[in-house]
C-alpha cells in the first residue's frame, strides 16, 4: 500500500502550492488533506484524498487529525511570535507522533544563513526551537526541516508595505539597500520542490539525502535590497530607491498599523531584526538544491515580479 501523505494545514500560499505538486506526483488517495476549511479541497476529496478539519489554535482538533498519515507535511503556525508558535508546532508534533506518524517535513524559513542554529531575526526564532525539538525525538520518527527561502512575492514585507498599485517615491526602511542581499525564490517552485522532496523521500527513505537534516532552498542568486527595489520600480513603472531610517521612525510609519502585530501584541519593533539579518548576510546564501530537485534553473526574481505586477 502506498504511503499516506498528510498535508496540514492544506492552506495559505505554500500549503496549496505544496498540495498542487502533490497531485501530479501521487494519487488523491495518498494525500490527507487538514486545514481550518478543507473545502477548499472538495474536488480532491471525490477524488479519493481524506479531507479533515484541524485548526493549531484548537490543540483538541489535532488529537486524531493525522490517523493513518505516514508522512506529515507540517507547515509552520502563520507568525513570528516566538512562544505561541513553538507551542502550536509541538502540540502538533506529538499528535503526529501518537497517531504513528513516520517521517515529519516541517517548513522553517531561509534565516540563519547557510543552515546555522543561530539568526539575529526573531522571525527565525520559532524556526530554530522547533528545528531543535524536531532534532532531538526518539520516537520512531524522523524529519526533514526545509529551509523555505524568502518568498519574491513576500517583497512588501521588507519594503515598508510597498503597494505596487500606489508606490512612494521612496521605500523608507532600516536598510541602506546594499548588500548582502536576498536570494529571493518563487513560492510556488517552493511547493513545487517541497512536493518533490517529499516523493523522493517516499522512493528512497533509507537513503534519503535529507534524512534528519535541513535544506536550504533558494533562488539562482542574492540580490540586494537597493537592487530588489530597482526590479520592483521598473515592473510598477516608476523608479524606486531606498532611504534608511532609524527603528523608531520606521515603528510609527502609518502604514505599519496593526501589520505587526500578534495575539494582541506589537511586535513591530521586533521585526525589524530581519533587516539586521539580512545585513549579517543571513539571507544571501545561494543554494544548489533547489536546482537539484527541479531539474532545472529557479525562476529569476525579475520574471516572477514582472508576472506579479506587470
Known amino acids: 500500500m502506498a504511503p499516506r501523505i498528510g498535508v496540514f494545514p492544506a492552506s495559505g500560499g505554500l500549503g496549496t502550492s505544496v ?20 473545502d477548499k479541497w ?5 477524488a479519493g484524498a481524506t479531507l479533515r478539519t484541524a485548526d493549531y489554535d484548537q490543540p483538541a482538533t489535532l488529537d486524531h487529525a493525522f490517523d493513518g498519515v505516514d508522512i506529515l507535511m507540517l507547515i509552520s503556525y502563520a507568525s513570528f511570535e516566538i512562544k505561541h508558535r513553538v507551542e502550536a508546532h509541538r502540540t502538533a508534533i506529538e499528535a503526529a507522533i501518537k497517531s504513528g506518524v513516520k517521517h515529519i517535513f516541517y517548513s522553517s524559513l531561509g534565516f540563519a544563513g547557510h543552515l546555522t542554529d543561530r539568526s539575529v531575526a526573531h522571525v527565525m526564532g520559532a524556526h530554530l526551537e522547533t528545528e531543535q525539538y524536531l532534532a532531538g525525538l526518539t520516537d520512531n520518527i524522523t524529519y526533514t526541516s526545509i529551509r523555505e527561502g524568502l518568498y519574491s512575492e513576500s517583497f512588501p514585507i521588507y519594503t515598508a508595505w510597498l503597494d ?11 536598510h541602506p539597500g546594499t548588500g548582502p542581499g536576498v536570494s529571493w525564490v518563487k513560492r510556488d517552485e517552493l511547493g513545487e520542490a517541497t512536493a518533490k522532496l517529499i516523493m523522493s523521500f517516499i522512493d528512497h527513505s533509507e537513503n534519503f539525502k535529507y534524512l534528519n537534516q535541513k535544506v536550504l532552498l533558494t533562488g539562482r542568486r542574492e540580490i540586494s535590497l537597493a537592487e530588489t527595489v530597482d526590479i520592483l520600480g521598473r515592473a510598477i513603472g516608476k523608479p524606486l530607491r531606498i532611504r ?32 539586521e539579518a539580512i ?27 514582472q508576472a506579479l505586477i506587470g
Open 244 to 275: 534608511k531610517i532609524s527603528i523608531d521612525e520606521y515603528v510609527k510609519l502609518p502604514q505599519i498599523g496593526d501589520k505587526h502585530t500578534y495575539h494582541g501584541v506589537d511586535l513591530s519593533s521586533e521585526w525589524t531584526t530581519a533587516w
Open 42 to 46: 472538495s474536488t480532491l476529496g471525490q
Open 164 to 174: 505596487p498599485a500606489n508606490p512612494p517615491s521612496e521605500i523608507t526602511i532600516p
Open 279 to 305: 545585513k549579517q548576510g543571513e539571507t544571501a546564501v545561494v543554494s544548489p538544491a533547489m536546482k537539484e530537485i527541479l531539474g532545472r534553473e529557479p525562476e529569476s526574481y525579475e520574471t516572477t515580479i
Open 19 to 38: 498540495v498542487n505538486h502533490l497531485t501530479k506526483l501521487a494519487s488523491a488517495s495518498q494525500l490527507v488533506l487538514i486545514a481550518r476549511s478543507p
